[in-house]
T-cell receptor, first 109, second 114 residues
Framework: KNEVEQSPQNLTAQEGEFITINCSYS?????LHWLQQHPGGGIVSLFM???GKKKHGRLIATINIQEKHSSLHITASHPRDSAVYIC???????????FGTGTRLKVLA | EPEVTQTPSHQVTQMGQEVILRCVPI?????FYWYRQILGQKVEFLVS????????KSEIFDDQFSVERPDGSNFTLKIRSTKLEDSAMYFC????????????FGSGTRLTVV
């Protein structure tokens, strides 16, 4: 059974801190997706990656296929980064995702 | 920036009633999806839709559910005879054709079955 696990489940950081959220998956992937869920519930797509590293502004996502592990990093965190971050495994290449439970991030000013 | 629009944002319905959740995907997108998230739980895949037919569906997507793209712009999820356990946030998503990214979620419809 394909499981997607995230850690930590909850994270509180001070503004400016470097943040790392981890995601492990048990079965192979076609691509791994990082999503951001705002307090109101809306979901925004952050990254989709199948190898290496991607960067967008202060966000960096990396993936290690051999270790079945991905990380999302936030540099110079800000209170507006407060959200739930979800990784999702597109194991079949058809967007039929297996979602992680999410990491709830709170950044304090 | 183009958006996926979902209506209504919140719907309350009596158990046993039929509901239709509506989505307007981004206009040049070809692939459409419905997901749901029960409060406090993971997001779950329901169904994918391409070329006017279902591409894949999960075990959750049983005969109670159906999807339709009735007019080339709307993409609807119908739930017949709603149950209490259908209460959840339902998200629509769409993306362009193969080789392009642009995968975009709607803001969701919160369905409450009472």
């Amino acid at each position: 059974k394909n499981e997607v696990e995230q850690s930590p489940q909850n994270l509180t950081a001070q503004e400016g801190e470097f943040i790392t959220i981890n995601c492990s998956y048990s079965v192979g992937i076609s691509a791994l997706h990082w999503l951001q869920q705002h307090p109101g519930g809306g979901i925004v797509s952050l990254f989709m990656l199948s190898s290496g590293k991607k960067k967008h502004g202060r966000l960096i996502a990396t993936i290690n296929i051999q270790e079945k592990h991905s990380s999302l990093h936030i540099t110079a965190s800000h209170p507006r980064d407060s959200a739930v971050y979800i990784c999702a495994d597109d194991f079949s290449g058809t967007y039929k995702y297996i979602f992680g439970t999410g990491t709830r991030l709170k950044v304090l000013a | 920036e183009p958006e996926v629009t979902q209506t209504p944002s919140h719907q309350v319905t009596q158990m046993g009633q039929e509901v239709i959740l509506r989505c307007v995907p981004i206009s040049n997108h070809l692939y459409f999806y419905w997901y749901r998230q029960i409060l406090g739980q993971k997001v779950e895949f329901l169904v994918s839709f391409y070329n006017n037919e279902i591409s894949e569906k999960s075990e959750i997507f049983d005969d109670q559910f159906s999807v339709e793209r009735p007019d080339g712009s709307n993409f609807t999820l119908k739930i017949r005879s709603t149950k209490l356990e259908d209460s959840a946030m339902y998200f629509c998503a769409s993306r362009p054709g193969q080789g392009s990214y642009g995968y975009t979620f709607g803001s969701g419809t919160r369905l409450t079955v009472v």
